[in-house]
T-cell receptor
């Protein structure tokens, strides 16, 4: 099973709203990622979690707050977003063995976010 | 920073034709990956390559990890309409992936 699931599929929110994106994988992977993707551009890395601990934050604004409650789940909490944050948000996962994170990542279908 | 050169931005081929795409970099990578992305969906992993010189096939797709570890190519043989989409190369080092800009493939019936 190489499936990563994401909910919701679509989300529309105002700039004062608080919402959360959810990601789940059951592949036993211990590394999980959040990416942001604009139309016709490659994915841009936001955060990396390894063994439920944040290991990389690519200087993402604090209005994006990641959380990894357990080894299968990854959340992205959104607050006070701007219209330019509208994008496809992708979750991915990969295997990890101690400090070694395998770079072969499996992506979810994404959440299409529109900020009004 | 590390960059992957993937061009052209778009390719147009006739159904049944073969197509080749390549991806180059000035940096050395440990892993080369090829993804396909349909509109509104996440990237789907097509082929993963882990050793310099490795040649791997997945159905009509063949990809190779360059000997210098700085490049990779993807071949699609006998294209069909469902091959349309954006093809991204990605290369891994230090637990992170660097992505190419992607090639949008169109297949004329």
């Amino acid at each position: 099973d190489t499936e990563v699931t994401q909910t919701p599929k679509h989300l529309v929110m105002g700039m004062t709203n608080k919402k959360s994106l959810k990601c789940e994988q059951h592949m036993g992977h211990r590394a999980m990622y959040w990416y942001k993707q604009k139309a016709k551009k490659p994915p841009e890395l936001m955060f990396v979690y390894s063994y439920e601990k944040l290991s990389i934050n690519e200087s993402v604004p604090s209005r994006f707050s990641p959380e990894c409650p357990n080894s299968s789940l990854l959340n992205l909490h959104l607050h006070a977003l701007q219209p330019e944050d509208s994008a496809l948000y992708l979750c991915a996962s990969s295997q990890a063995f101690g400090t070694l994170i395998q770079e072969t990542q499996y992506f979810g279908p994404g959440t299409r976010l529109l900020v009004l | 920073g590390q960059q992957l050169n993937q061009s052209p931005q778009s390719m147009f081929i006739q159904e049944g034709e073969d197509v080749s795409m390549n991806c180059t970099s000035s940096s050395i990578f440990n892993t080369w990956l090829w993804y396909k992305q349909d509109p509104g969906e996440g990237p789907v992993l097509l082929i993963a390559l882990y050793k310099a010189g490795e040649l791997t096939s997945n159905g009509r797709l063949t990809a190779q990890f360059g000997i210098t570890r700085k490049d990779s190519f993807l071949n699609i043989s006998a294209s069909i309409p469902s091959d349309v989409g954006i093809y991204f190369c990605a290369a891994g080092a230090n637990s992170k992936l660097t992505f190419g800009k992607g090639i949008t493939l169109s297949v004329r019936p």
